[in-house]
């Protein structure tokens, strides 16, 4: 090669690898080094956001005041508990809020874009600083809307649905929950109504009982379905929009039941009035008395018995660790302390171990009765979760069926036809 071939090579290496060079510099930099997009209506964030003023005409001002995500309050046009959901997402579109255009327009009459008596006004309180956004007239597309922060010659195009986002009523606004609590943070629920009357109270390992059967083990998916029902009481916007009704006429209704959350906080009631179909609520929450779906009827109507859990084994899925069988001749120790099953100390095939596993996973009796099971044990098994926990069920067999028995439980299960056999031919494959 000669020479001046050499240098133009040399020369377009380097141009080459400074331009790589430069992309790699530019790939690097920190994100938040880049300018905000001049459609971001809002480029710092609104982080230290205090105060919402929400305005329409015609209408009396709706004022929230709150500290960062949380303790947000209805200060106007009265006293009202926020509901968190709607005032964070609320909260999310103004930080987040940008437009579809910017227009520079400085001797813009706001007359001509809707924005001299603006369909929505939203001040914004931060600190000692206060800007509005003025939300005007429609656009020749109709698809936006003209928007324009107070003194600012800047117009926003600012989508519908955004718009619509933007649009929040008092109803939307309020806490529509007749009780604060969730289903995770109860501890104890009071439920008294014409139809009878139930407490329930959470055991030691999380579970919902009746606190009336002492040693009564509840279908936890009934539980459940109970506890939602009462702490998922709710109205709907529209009917916060509305009038409350008033406090006589709450009054000449039938009582429909009287409702007591305990958290390990605080304790919450709610008294429903009315019938199936037609129930209103009065809470300290609420705010007024309003409609709500109520649904506890048929689970107060139920009798106790039909809420008992069934199953003659209550460990999980995966949280088991150790199982001990033994019927007739046979006896066997199976442990998981791993992925893999150990019988005696030795590795076993997994499908074996999961039969006889599963087969007593999924026993459930056809009843539960009081007393002494009949018959003589035929059959003991233990399991051992990873808590330590352990389940130790006697099984008999009698005249007329099998039974079941669980150590330190009062009562017996009447089994199924056949369950028992299965058992024993689960034992059976894995001890080959």
């Given at each position: 090669?000669?020479?001046?071939?050499?240098?133009?090579?040399?020369?377009?290496?380097?141009?080459?690898?400074?331009?790589?060079?430069?992309?790699?510099?530019?790939?690097?930099?920190?994100?938040?080094?880049?300018?905000?997009?001049?459609?971001?209506?809002?480029?710092?964030?609104?982080?230290?956001?205090?105060?919402?003023?929400?305005?329409?005409?015609?209408?009396?001002?709706?004022?929230?005041?709150?500290?960062?995500?949380?303790?947000?309050?209805?200060?106007?046009?009265?006293?009202?508990?926020?509901?968190?959901?709607?005032?964070?997402?609320?909260?999310?579109?103004?930080?987040?809020?940008?437009?579809?255009?910017?227009?520079?327009?400085?001797?813009?009459?706001?007359?001509?874009?809707?924005?001299?008596?603006?369909?929505?006004?939203?001040?914004?309180?931060?600190?000692?600083?206060?800007?509005?956004?003025?939300?005007?007239?429609?656009?020749?597309?109709?698809?936006?809307?003209?928007?324009?922060?107070?003194?600012?010659?800047?117009?926003?195009?600012?989508?519908?649905?955004?718009?619509?986002?933007?649009?929040?009523?008092?109803?939307?606004?309020?806490?529509k929950r007749a009780i604060e609590a969730s289903e995770y943070s109860a501890q104890r629920i009071t439920i008294e109504s014409p139809a009878g009357n139930?407490?329930?109270?959470?055991?030691?390992?999380?579970?919902?009982?009746?606190?009336?059967?002492?040693?009564?083990?509840?279908?936890?998916?009934?539980?459940?379905?109970?506890?939602?029902?009462?702490?998922?009481?709710?109205?709907?916007?529209?009917?916060?929009?509305?009038?409350?009704?008033?406090?006589?006429?709450?009054?000449?209704?039938?009582?429909?039941?009287?409702?007591?959350?305990?958290?390990?906080?605080?304790?919450?009631?709610?008294?429903?009035?009315?019938?199936?179909?037609?129930?209103?609520?009065?809470?300290?929450?609420?705010?007024?008395?309003?409609?709500?779906?109520?649904?506890?009827?048929?689970?107060?109507?139920?009798?106790?018995?039909?809420?008992?859990?069934?199953?003659?084994?209550?460990?999980?899925?995966?949280?088991?660790?150790?199982?001990?069988?033994?019927?007739?001749?046979?006896?066997?120790?199976?442990?998981?302390?791993?992925?893999?099953?150990?019988?005696?100390?030795?590795?076993?095939?997994?499908?074996?171990?999961?039969?006889?596993?599963?087969?007593?996973?999924?026993?459930?009796?056809?009843?539960?009765?009081?007393?002494?099971?009949?018959?003589?044990?035929?059959?003991?098994?233990?399991?051992?979760?990873?808590?330590?926990?352990?389940?130790?069920?006697?099984?008999?067999?009698?005249?007329?069926?099998?039974?079941?028995?669980?150590?330190?439980?009062?009562?017996?299960?009447?089994?199924?036809?056949?369950?028992?056999?299965?058992?024993?031919?689960?034992?059976?494959?894995?001890?080959?």
């Amino acid at each position: 090669m000669s020479k001046s071939g050499l240098w133009i090579a040399i020369a377009l290496l380097a141009l080459v690898g400074g331009g790589i060079g430069y992309l790699l510099y530019e790939d690097s930099k920190d994100p938040a080094e880049a300018p905000p997009s001049e459609n971001k209506v809002f480029p710092g964030g609104l982080k230290e956001l205090a105060g919402i003023r929400l305005e329409r005409p015609g209408e009396a001002p709706i004022l929230l005041s709150g500290t960062g995500d949380a303790n947000w309050q209805i200060e106007a046009p009265a006293a009202y508990l926020a509901d968190p959901m709607i005032v964070g997402e609320l909260m999310g579109v103004l930080r987040t809020l940008e437009a579809e255009r910017t227009l520079d327009a400085p001797g813009a009459n706001p007359q001509e874009f809707g924005l001299l008596t603006p369909m929505l006004s939203i001040g914004l309180r931060e600190g000692e600083r206060e800007q509005v956004l003025a939300i005007g007239g429609v656009n020749p597309t109709g698809a936006s809307r003209y928007a324009q922060l107070d003194g600012s010659s800047k117009l926003y195009l600012v989508g519908m649905a955004t718009v619509n986002a933007l649009n929040k009523t008092l109803g939307d606004l309020r806490q529509k929950r007749a009780i604060e609590a969730s289903e995770y943070s109860a501890q104890r629920i009071t439920i008294e109504s014409p139809a009878g009357n139930r407490e329930l109270v959470r055991r030691d390992g999380r579970d919902w009982t009746f606190s009336e059967a002492e040693g009564f083990f509840a279908d936890q998916r009934l539980m459940s379905e109970l506890v939602t029902q009462v702490v998922s009481l709710r109205t709907n916007a529209v009917a916060l929009n509305g009038e409350s009704l008033p406090e006589a006429r709450f009054r000449a209704l039938p009582l429909y039941a009287r409702v007591t959350v305990a958290t390990e906080k605080k304790t919450e009631t709610a008294e429903l009035r009315g019938s199936p179909g037609s129930v209103y609520a009065s809470s300290g929450t609420l705010g007024g008395i309003y409609p709500v779906p109520a649904e506890i009827d048929n689970f107060l109507r139920k009798p106790l018995a039909e809420f008992r859990d069934l199953r003659v084994f209550r460990f999980g899925f995966s949280d088991l660790f150790a199982l001990r069988y033994e019927g007739g001749d046979l006896t066997l120790d199976l442990e998981k302390p791993n992925e893999d099953w150990l019988l005696g100390g030795k590795k076993v095939d997994a499908t074996a171990a999961n039969q006889l596993v599963d087969e007593l996973r999924s026993a459930t009796a056809a009843e539960f009765r009081d007393g002494e099971a009949p018959g003589a044990v035929t059959h003991t098994i233990r399991v051992q979760v990873g808590d330590g926990r352990e389940e130790t069920v006697m099984f008999r067999k009698g005249d007329e069926a099998n039974f079941a028995a669980r150590a330190g439980e009062k009562g017996y299960y009447r089994l199924p036809e056949g369950f028992l056999k299965s058992v024993e031919t689960a034992a059976a494959g894995l001890a080959k």
